[in-house]
């Protein structure tokens, strides 16, 4: 009797509806075949026709299909869920960061291999280090507009009035004297961060899964099961690793997880009531019982933040180990916040010191709401030292993003140049503000952010340093599938999340000004006045949006001549071709012009931007400590120009989260938008949340256990269950290529050798071997290749002469036996290397996002359109499928019959033990 053999199809990002998946067309009257869930429910389920049965009729040619559809997790239709799923668009600056992670090169394929002090190593801890500050720009913005804006700026019932809720209280009584008003504004911050870390631990279940052990046939012998029940689990200790998607925990880190979403909401409240504390202590600084109560709230802090910084680089922080417990760290710094922040509002509520100013004379005056001219209305009277930690904090966030950068491009001998670039910025603040005792003063006219662009611009020369890293035993990378960025991809990639946290953040702050204004522009004559930053930030906002502009015509100007060339391809000399034809070719050059300037060019524009956008930073990191206005008050000559700019970056600024929220809906609403941006999403959201927790959830921490426990447990079914499967053709298409791919390498041989693996729109090269060299450069996806090897038997039976395959299916129908009397005549006729290993790509000129492999597998060209004129009757030109439609391809019919007919030989069974 014949195998029975399954063709199990993986979408990719558009979320193709499983009847498209598995091919079924509408008849008349509407009574044709339906989907039919056979395993999983609707958020992931596997689907099959209900023309198909159960099981695949043995004497059948083709395999049956099976769609697996897992695009609920990041999308669907309009549910209630759309304001939930709109959150974490609005967290993708988290996301990225923690993208920014997995694009570390020289990550060993064991995890237990990593050192702190090696290049990986340390690269981890500062980019750990640098989501925590973004958790920190999170928490310090929403301290601005509840603590300074509203506590501090906002001292009548007309601006309060303002507020949604009834906040009038704050402008008079006891709620308005001294820090009184402090203490209730940090109610935002602190709601922000309970609110997110509620929305985020739902999710930690995702963490949580884990791939089901196959079911053990009845009959089998107690080594046999013991065999079995390790089937999917975790791989035995002494198994070799040689790609870390390998790792049995790489898709389990619930522990982890939690213990690292403590000490991010820990470390966010304990930033956000530094920042009230901190201001009062230096205004009206404390004796008696208050100080009694604000000096150990500080010493708390700080032992929170070094607690923070030390362990980053633990292994219970950054290694995934499953379902462990928080430990007694993370409760430690829960005690410690938990008591550091009721000390703060507690000193907060306490009146006023006898020394020191007093808290009334340095906020606005009363009336400033409904006539800002009034005396004292004019000058800036926000909180005391919020510009300052602002300016900081983002100048050290630039300055950690450098570092980044250079120690993953040139390794911890290059941290030279960041290091001497931060010592000599913090000595020469030190100097400026006369902290040096026995050292000359410097001269007055000069000023912190005279040294902030130099200190940058050293800090920057490490990014040129040569780049250095383990030799590499692969073949050298073929044209445009080198490393992404020089190495130093993980700096961009969190650069970028910076900037969206910062545009984020300062929109937010700018927004909530504008609205206690009363609508009047905050950056000029208005009572409650934002930071100085935010009106440096809008400034840069929109010289960034034109420099995006300048980027995206120059993408145009190469589309076009890249169109021009392909064109004149297509055209024989003497232009011979139709009219129709003409326009034909044009439609093509298009479509293969797209898939060029994609995988030749889009990275490195990508890096053109983020040279400006990282000059642009530095810039208005200086311009920030430089405590000014972009411009003067009263603004005359360019001065207009420059207010008029800063003001429209400002209010972009303002509208960006409610755009990217918006997006974010139409994302999954909108099939074309989730073409084009969606991408960008799954692909954020595919990797685990090994550096921030508060991200968004990973949805391959339940499609890849999934999968695995689905193909495992078919194959493992006995011969006589009418639902065993003896071979599985793993069909991934786009993002489901990239699914496939970690399913396998956690999927243990003895299965593996029964699965032969169709990839097609595949970007495993040209985007994820890019910028993930780590698990699909040219090191790292052979292991992939090499996992599906054949063993030999099989091998042998495709390279059986055709006489004698003929032989065997003497018993088929003549036209069943033609047909893969065929296929194994085309199997006969590869190579050999093509023969044994169990992977087939496909691509086409016209896919933007598929590309040939080239590491093992055999590459197949599908034509695209398949004529440029109508035939056989047909008066529709043949479609351009671009990236879609790969099953309906002739080349993949006849790869599919090929492949079915290797499946269904007999497989030596595995020994016994061995995985």
């Not at 911050?189 to 995702?206: D, E, K, N």
Request: with cysteine; net charge neutral.
């Amino acid at each position: 009797m014949a195998g029975r053999v399954l063709e199990l199809r993986v979408h990719g990002v558009s979320n193709t509806p499983p009847d498209q998946i598995l091919g079924l067309q509408p008849e008349p009257g509407g009574d044709g075949p339906r989907p039919w869930l056979v395993a999983g429910d609707e958020v992931t389920g596997f689907y099959r026709s209900t023309a198909a049965g159960a099981a695949d009729p043995p004497t059948a040619t083709p395999p049956v299909v099976e769609a697996y559809s897992w695009g609920q997790l990041t999308s669907g239709a309009r549910t209630a869920h759309d304001v939930y799923r709109a959150f974490w668009t609005l967290v993708l600056p988290f996301a990225l960061a923690n993208v920014a992670l997995h694009a570390r090169p020289g990550i060993p394929p064991d995890p237990d291999q990593e050192r702190w002090g090696s290049r990986s190593g340390i690269t981890a801890w500062l980019l750990r280090l640098f989501c925590l500050s973004l958790t920190g720009t999170l928490a310090l913005a929403a301290t601005g507009i509840g603590v300074d804006l509203v506590g501090w700026q906002c001292v009548d019932e007309a601006c309060l009035g303002r507020i949604p809720g009834p906040w009038e209280f704050l402008g008079h009584g006891w709620w308005s004297e001294g820090s009184h008003p402090l203490a209730v504004g940090l109610l935002l911050p602190i709601g922000l961060l309970v609110v997110l870390g509620l929305l985020t631990w739902r999710t930690y279940q995702y963490e949580a899964q884990m791939p089901a052990q196959p079911a053990v046939p009845s009959g089998e012998d107690a080594g046999t099961t013991a065999t079995r029940t390790t089937a999917t689990g975790p791989a035995p200790s002494d198994q070799r690793l040689d790609n870390p998607l390998q790792d049995p925990t790489f898709w389990c880190g619930e522990g982890q997880l939690r213990r690292a979403a403590v000490l991010h909401l820990c470390t966010g409240t304990a930033t956000a009531a530094a920042v009230p504390l901190g201001a009062v202590l230096a205004m009206d600084p404390p004796h008696g019982a208050k100080a009694a109560v604000a000096w150990p709230s500080v010493l708390l802090f700080v032992a929170v933040a070094v607690i923070a910084v030390v362990a980053l680089g633990r292994p219970w922080l950054s290694r995934r180990a499953g379902a462990t417990p928080l430990g007694r760290w993370s409760l430690a710094v829960i005690v410690l916040t938990g008591v550091g922040l009721a000390g703060t509002v507690l000193f907060l509520l306490l009146p006023e010191g006898p020394a020191g100013s007093a808290l009334a004379a340095l906020r606005p005056p009363a009336g400033c709401a409904e006539n800002p001219r009034l005396a004292g209305c004019q000058a800036d009277r926000s909180l005391p030292g919020y510009d300052w930690i602002i300016s900081w904090f983002g100048t050290g966030q630039v300055l950690l993003l450098i570092t980044i950068g250079v120690v993953s491009r040139s390794g911890r001998r290059a941290l030279a140049a960041p290091v001497t670039a931060v010592l000599l910025l913090a000595a020469g603040a030190a100097w400026i503000s006369g902290w040096l005792p026995g050292v000359a003063p410097a001269p007055p006219g000069l000023a912190i952010w005279m040294l902030a662009v130099p200190a940058g611009l050293l800090a920057g020369t490490g990014l040129l340093l040569p780049r250095t890293g383990p030799a590499s035993t692969a073949v050298p990378p073929a044209g445009h599938t080198d490393l992404a960025w020089g190495g130093r991809g993980a700096a961009l990639i969190a650069g970028f999340g910076w900037l969206l946290m910062i545009a984020y953040c300062a929109g937010v702050l700018y927004w909530a000004a504008d609205r206690l204004n009363n609508g009047a522009t905050p950056s000029g004559r208005s009572a409650v006045v934002p930071p100085i930053p935010v009106m440096w930030a809008g400034l840069a906002f929109a010289i960034a949006l034109l420099t995006l502009l300048v980027v995206v015509v120059h993408g145009a100007v190469l589309f076009s001549r890249i169109r021009c060339r392909e064109y004149a391809g297509l055209v024989p000399p003497g232009n011979t071709l139709s009219a129709h034809e003409i326009r034909r070719c044009r439609d093509v050059s298009t479509y293969r012009a797209l898939h060029r300037l994609v995988g030749e060019h889009g990275i490195r524009l990508v890096g053109r931007y983020g040279v400006v956008a990282a000059l642009l930073a530095v810039s208005g990191c200086a311009a920030a400590l430089s405590h000014t206005r972009p411009h003067p008050m009263s603004v005359t000559g360019w001065s207009v120009v420059v207010k008029a700019v800063a003001d429209i970056g400002d209010s972009l600024l303002g509208w960006l989260p409610v755009a990217i929220a918006g997006l974010g809906l139409l994302v999954y609403r909108n099939e074309t938008v989730r073409r084009s941006v969606g991408v960008i999403w799954d692909i954020a959201t595919f990797w685990p949340r090994a550096a921030h927790p508060l991200a968004p959830p990973s949805y391959a921490e339940r499609a890849v256990p999934e999968l695995q426990t689905r193909a495992a447990g078919l194959l493992a079914l006995p011969e006589n269950d009418p639902r065993r499967m003896d071979g599985i053709i793993l069909s991934g298409h786009s993002q489901g290529t990239v699914l496939c791919a970690a399913m396998l390498l956690q999927l243990p041989a003895r299965w593996r050798q029964r699965i032969w693996f169709f990839s097609y729109g595949c970007q495993l090269t040209r985007l994820y071997g890019r910028i993930f060299p780590a698990y699909f450069g040219p090191d790292r996806l052979p292991v992939l290749a090499d996992a599906l090897t054949r063993p030999d038997a099989l091998t042998e039976a495709g390279a059986r002469t055709e006489a004698g395959a003929r032989t065997e299916a003497g018993a088929r129908t003549e036209a069943g036996a033609r047909t893969e009397a065929g296929a194994r005549t085309e199997a006969g006729a590869r190579t050999e290397a093509g023969a044994r290993t169990g992977w087939t790509n496909f691509w086409r000129e016209t896919d933007p996002l598929g590309w040939p492999v080239g590491a093992g597998g055999q590459d197949l060209p599908v034509r695209d359109p398949e004529a440029l004129h109508p035939s056989d009757g047909e008066v529709a030109d043949p479609p351009i499928r671009s990236h879609s439609g790969y099953p309906e391809a002739a080349e993949y019919r006849r790869e599919r019959a090929r492949v079915t007919w290797l499946l269904r030989r007999p497989v030596p069974a595995p020994r016994q033990g061995v995985d």
